[in-house]
């Protein structure tokens, strides 16, 4: 198993809540609520948030430690750098690894949670387009917010399949 630290979980439950807190309260408060409704309502968002940026943190972790396997700190770099794109490494131990993040990335954002999540973005684009229409066309930025996240949850695992099939055709060495 990988022996490099990971940021500790208070730490990833702070980066995720507060600042999606913080938002969820601006919002709330420009939607003609009081400052009491914004700041109970943005602790309780960031809380939840918070703890589910958490979870998902300690999931990934647990996915890419065997992934990661041994490798020292720069070629473990070498290796995200590749599972993401780029040139396929000649380092037949960075390689294995790249196809392993690659393989965990793509099954980690795979299965029931994906279908759920991509369900409840249609949801909320349908949603928002129907507010836009009955109240703002301002709400369309929420509309395109959520089409984004949409297409890139789509579209991921697709490639992290393809990038760990790339990785797994070794490189054509040279003899000299």
Avoid at 10 to 39: C, H, N, R, Y
């Amino acid at each position: 198993m990988q022996t490099r630290p990971r940021m500790p979980t208070w730490v990833t439950f702070l980066l995720g809540g507060v600042p999606f807190g913080v938002v969820m309260g601006a919002f709330i408060k420009q939607d003609d609520g009081s400052w009491t409704e914004a700041v109970v309502g943005g602790v309780l968002i960031g809380i939840f948030f918070g703890a589910a940026m958490v979870r998902l943190g300690v999931t990934w972790d647990r996915a890419t430690a065997e992934a990661e396997g041994e490798l020292p700190e720069d070629k473990l770099a070498a290796a995200y750098r590749a599972a993401d794109g780029g040139p396929i490494p000649e380092d037949p131990e960075v390689r294995a690894a790249a196809r392993r993040i690659a393989l965990a990335f793509a099954s980690f954002s795979s299965g029931r949670m994906r279908r759920f999540t991509l369900v409840m973005l249609v949801v909320l684009i349908d949603v928002t387009v129907v507010a836009a229409i009955l109240d703002s066309p301002w709400v369309l930025v929420y509309t395109v917010f959520f089409s984004g996240v949409f297409a890139v949850l789509w579209w991921t695992p697709r490639r992290s399949r393809r990038r760990a099939e790339e990785l797994s055709r070794a490189p054509a060495t040279t003899s000299q």
